[in-house]
């Protein structure tokens, strides 16, 4: 069965970083893209950021463009999302996603296979 397990989330202060990780088992991974979505109270679930198996290909949504980084261990079977210069905008749960279609369209909810629980973001202003 695979699972999924985010950390890193919490409360921070605007201007501030947090970094979450997530650690995906349970089967193999070879190929597959990872990412994140967030979702806002009372708003759309989003894409934030992804990156292929490779690293070559990444995909970052325009609000977080120069302030987020995504990572991957591979190795490890672990993406990471860098946050720096968090706003209250960010605030939002934040969802761990792994998908292994053939799709370079990483922004795509339908892409990814695999959800996790999701991990509160909280930025004060």
């Known amino acids: 069965q695979v699972q999924l397990v985010e950390s890193g989330g919490g409360l921070v202060q605007a201007g501030g970083s947090l970094r979450l990780s997530c650690a995906a088992s349970?089967?193999?991974?070879?190929?597959?893209?990872m990412g994140w979505f967030r979702q806002a109270p009372g708003k759309e679930r989003n894409a934030v950021a992804a990156i292929t198996w490779s690293g070559i290909n990444t995909y970052y949504g325009d609000s977080v463009k120069g302030r987020f980084t995504i990572s991957r261990d591979n190795a490890k079977n672990t993406v990471y999302l860098q946050m720096n210069s968090l706003k209250p905008e960010d605030t939002a749960v934040y969802y761990c996603v792994v998908g292994s279609r053939a799709d370079g369209r990483l922004w795509l909810a339908t892409r990814y296979d695999y959800w996790g629980q999701g991990t509160q973001v909280t930025v004060s202003s």
């Open positions: 349970g089967r193999t991974f070879t190929g597959y893209a």
